[in-house]
T-cell receptor, first 114, second 115 residues
């Protein structure tokens, strides 16, 4: 079974640009989660999509947005990039809304802002 | 809001020894889940073990076991017979049982297993 896949592996942008990160969940999983892992800050929850709907959002500004497609894959968009957006962005998927369904993580996208 | 605290930024242990990683959390919820995730240098986060708060019995997965103290809001991970492949960042995480709840992570403990 293929795991959670994320693309690209690395992304280099400059301040003010826009970045798009992509995630494909495990087959059969309907929920996709996005996390930011910045150095020294651990993992911070960004967004959660299930069945195409945004279910929950972390404490991030509106320039962080995303969507989920009918095939359950997801995009994370970050507009007006700032230096502090440099981080590893992790995507995870699970079978659905129930808390007892474990989240399976991808390898992440390393976003570097110059 | 929930908070998760891992007070040990780094720990080291020798192969075959036992090590315990600490985690405390703060919540007003009664029903919740607790997790330990492992992130090796290759980056992919892997679920190590999960505990349901309403279960008194501590969870065990092979060499990994937890000491769950609900009253003290403590959730430590014990790794027995440590192996070189256990070298990784370990994250403790909390999730409410109901609603559109999400994982709240601690800042992690870097465990280095040496020969």
């Amino acid at each position: 079974e293929a795991g959670v896949t994320q693309s690209p592996t690395h992304l280099i942008k400059t301040r003010g640009q826009q970045a798009t990160l992509r995630c494909s969940p495990i087959s059969g999983h309907t929920s996709v989660y996005w996390y930011q892992q910045a150095l020294g800050l651990g993992l911070q929850f960004l967004l959660w999509y299930d069945e195409g709907e945004e279910r929950n959002r972390g404490n991030f500004p509106p320039r962080f947005s995303g969507r989920q497609f009918p095939n359950y894959s997801s995009e994370l968009n970050v507009n007006a990039l700032e230096l502090e957006d440099s981080a590893l962005y992790l995507c995870a998927s699970s079978l659905g809304l129930r808390a007892n369904q474990p989240q399976h993580f991808g390898d992440g996208t390393r976003l570097s802002i110059l | 809001a929930q908070t998760v605290t891992q007070s040990q930024p780094e720990m080291s242990v020798q192969e075959a020894e036992t090590v315990t990683l600490s985690c405390t959390y703060d919540t007003s919820e009664n029903n919740y889940y607790l997790f330990w995730y492992k992130q090796p240098p290759s980056r992919q986060m892997i679920l190590v073990i999960r505990q349901e708060a309403y279960k008194q019995q501590n969870a065990t997965e092979n060499r990994f076991s937890v000491n769950f103290q609900k009253a003290a809001k403590s959730f430590s991970l014990k790794i027995s017979d440590s192996q070189l492949g256990d070298t990784a960042m370990y994250f403790c995480a909390f999730m409410k049982h109901e609603g559109y709840s999400t994982l709240t992570f601690g800042k992690g403990t870097m465990l280095l297993v040496s020969p």
